[in-house]
């Protein structure tokens, strides 16, 4: 729990202190196994230096669309994606509490996506690690 919210400030650290121009929007649909998948986070790791990282939460329908800090557009390029899952519940302890996060041993494709400077619809279809 705690190696994944270090490498989430990490990423948003990424986000507010790197690169800039920018002119896409980039927006999809996360599925996994044929259904939606109804939360967590897709971060678009750029492979080309200085260029921004973009970070969407993924909604209860399976939709995102990528944010980068200051509210610049996200810039064209190649993007790795990294799905992070949503939290689980935990109590004082540190134990997880309730039933595990339904998507939580899924992964994004680690083939590279391209962003074109224009509207993007770009879905994403996770698979079993």
Not at 38 to 54: H, L, M, Q, R
């Given at each position: ?14 986000v507010t202190l790197v690169g800039c121009g920018s002119s896409a ?44 800090a200051g509210g610049d557009g996200v810039a064209p390029g190649n ?42 619809n770009i879905p994403i279809e996770l698979s079993k690690r």
């Amino acid at each position: 729990m705690r190696q994944k919210l270090l490498g989430l400030a990490s990423v948003i650290a990424l986000v507010t202190l790197v690169g800039c121009g920018s002119s896409a929007s980039v927006t999809g649909i996360v599925t996994a196994n044929g259904e939606t998948v109804d939360g967590g986070s897709i971060v678009f790791k750029p492979i080309e230096a200085g260029i921004k990282p973009a970070l969407g939460k993924i909604g209860a329908d399976g939709s995102y669309m990528l944010q980068v800090a200051g509210g610049d557009g996200v810039a064209p390029g190649n993007y790795q994606v990294i799905y992070m899952p949503p939290d689980q519940k935990e109590d004082e302890s540190g134990r997880a509490i309730g039933p595990p996060i339904k998507w939580r041993a899924f992964q994004a494709p680690r083939e590279p996506v391209t962003v074109e400077a224009t509207e993007n619809n770009i879905p994403i279809e996770l698979s079993k690690r």
